[in-house]
């Protein structure tokens, strides 16, 4: 069925950037899209970006770009979302997600806690 | 940017009973949309994708219709387990989910 496993929670200071990694394993990682998507506390979903299979083309957005930089890893499976130039706004749960092409986001990972806070 | 709108915010039902959950788009998105079900401190799970396919897993007492503009979730005989935030998500034109619906147990 396959898992994503996320890197562990995180506090920086205001000004900072921030690098989560998403680990796949039980699917052929580089079939699927993976999307980053955030979660405020008490919000609702956004989506911030994702990476292509195979190609490694990445689209963003509007909101993030400029601030978001997503790479992945295919030898080791692992995707990654930076963020820079953080403020106490981007307080919230970050999630990679496996875009299963038109049956939607099916894979999740346990998310990661990030804290801006000075 | 596609604004999905989600109503009720909160819908309080007895176990047992059903529940009908909606969602609406500002503009058309074919039958590209999705459904989630997340618990507290969890991430969200998929339920429903094309507007009326049942993920894998998910049982069938959850059903999904509509398309265009208006989408609904149905839940028949509610289970303890299925109290908890409903999010739709639409993937047509890039990726916006609504706001939820918080699905209480009376």
């Known amino acids: 069925q396959g898992q994503l496993v996320q890197s562990g929670a995180d506090v920086k200071k205001p000004g900072a950037s921030v690098k989560l990694s998403c680990k796949a394993s039980g699917f052929t990682f580089n079939n699927y899209p993976l999307h980053w998507v955030r979660q405020a506390p008490g919000q609702s979903l956004e989506v911030m970006g994702w990476i292509n299979a195979g190609n490694i083309n990445t689209r963003y957005s509007e909101k993030f770009q400029g601030r978001v930089t997503i790479t992945r890893d295919t030898s080791a499976s692992t995707a990654y979302m930076e963020l820079s130039s953080l403020r106490s706004e981007d307080t919230a749960v970050y999630y990679c997600?496996?875009?299963?092409?038109?049956?939607?986001?099916?894979?999740w990972g346990q998310g990661t806690m990030v804290t801006v806070f000075s | 940017e596609i604004v999905m709108t989600q109503s009720p915010a909160t819908l309080s039902v007895s176990p047992g009973e059903g529940a009908t959950l909606s969602c609406r788009a500002s503009?058309?998105?074919?039958?590209?949309l999705a459904w989630y079900q997340q618990k507290p401190g969890q991430a969200p799970r998929l339920l429903i994708y094309g507007a009326s396919t049942r993920a894998t897993g998910i049982p069938a007492r959850f059903s999904g219709s509509g398309s265009g503009t208006d989408f609904t979730l149905t839940i028949s005989g509610l289970q303890s387990e299925d109290f908890a935030v409903y999010y739709c998500q639409q993937y047509d034109t890039w990726y916006t989910f609504g706001q939820g619906t918080k699905l209480e147990s009376k």
């Open positions: 503009q058309s998105v074919s039958s590209n």
């Open positions: 997600a496996r875009d299963s092409y038109d049956r939607g986001f099916d894979i």
